[in-house]
């Protein structure tokens, strides 16, 4: 299983980090269970910020409940994850990551480690800067 993000490397102050992951020898709509957005800002540890589940259900750590979207595209086995209203606090590498289950870690304080889960992309460096 390999799971690749794409999107813009650059994102100007109060636009939208749009982000897509995807994945190849398994399918989103069928399992593993969950697959989740995480980023890691400079010297700071993974941040999950949420996942959607094979049944297309979302769930989100709740300092990104007012904030983040994430989606899938079937038919192109992709899931995606917005986040309007960007500001230098986002600059992040973004990872995309493909698990059975979240943890009550992740859930309840939005740390997570690596071995968390199953799959991981490559990341993807995000900078928001004007």
């Known amino acids: 299983v390999q799971l690749q993000e794409s999107g813009p490397d650059l994102v100007a102050p109060s636009q939208t980090v749009s982000l897509a992951c995807t994945v190849s020898g398994a399918s989103i709509t069928t399992g593993p269970s969950y697959w989740s957005w995480i980023r890691q800002a400079p010297g700071k540890g993974l941040q999950w910020i949420g996942a959607?589940?094979?049944?297309?259900?979302?769930v989100l750590h709740k300092s990104f409940q007012s904030r983040a979207s994430i989606a899938r595209e079937a038919s192109n086995n992709q899931f995606t994850l917005r986040l309007p209203s960007a500001t230098p606090e986002d600059t992040a590498v973004y990872y995309c990551?493909?698990?059975?289950?979240?943890?009550?870690?992740?859930?309840?304080?939005?740390?997570?480690?690596?071995?968390?889960?199953?799959?991981w992309g490559q990341g993807t460096q995000v900078t928001v800067s004007s």
């Open positions: 990551a493909g698990s059975k289950r979240v943890t009550a870690q992740a859930l309840t304080y939005g740390r997570v480690d690596r071995e968390d889960f199953d799959y």
């Open positions: 959607i589940h094979d049944s297309g259900g979302t």
